[in-house]
């Protein structure tokens, strides 16, 4: 059955972000499949958000249950069934992308303050060398202790 899956149409209701997680809520007017040449759209009856860990990247109820409705028919399908189909996972990678960005950002933040502090380490030796060359040591003093406050 996978197969023969493909996503119509994938976009949030909304997304919320909440602490750790990120939830990613579906509606019925904004998710459909096309299985066997035949759309079927989301129908609320069970499961209606995807929950991702925004440390790990991972998704938390892969267990949940979809129903998709064309007409009479009903569809079930878990989340990890849907996360097999390639198109469903880079719909919902497109979705993510701008709330994943946080963790990237703050490792560089972290790198980008690891620099700076090296580079102000850099300079206070140069300026404790000055001073020392100076014979100045008020300056050496000063700087030394810059230094170690660090």
Not at 4 to 30: C, D, F, N, T, W
Not at 77 to 82: A, E, P
Request: aromatic residues 10%; without cysteine.
């Amino acid at each position: 059955m996978l197969n023969l899956l493909s996503v119509k149409m994938l976009k949030p209701y909304y997304v919320k972000e909440e602490g750790k997680h990120i939830r990613v809520v579906l509606a019925y007017q904004y998710f459909s499949l096309l299985m066997d040449d035949e759309v079927y759209h989301f129908v609320p009856l069970e499961a209606r958000e995807i929950r991702i860990n925004r440390d790990t990247q991972q998704i938390q109820n892969k267990n949940d249950v979809f129903v998709f409705q064309k007409g009479k028919k009903y569809n079930r399908i878990t989340l990890s069934d849907l996360m097999k189909v390639k198109d469903f996972q880079e719909h919902l990678s497109t979705i993510l992308s701008p709330y994943m960005i946080v963790s990237q950002t703050d490792e560089k933040t972290d790198n980008i303050d690891h620099v700076i502090m090296e580079l102000e380490k850099s300079n206070l030796l140069r300026l404790i060398d000055r001073a020392l060359d100076e014979k100045n040591p008020d300056s050496f003093h000063l700087y030394t202790t810059k230094l170690n406050e660090m």
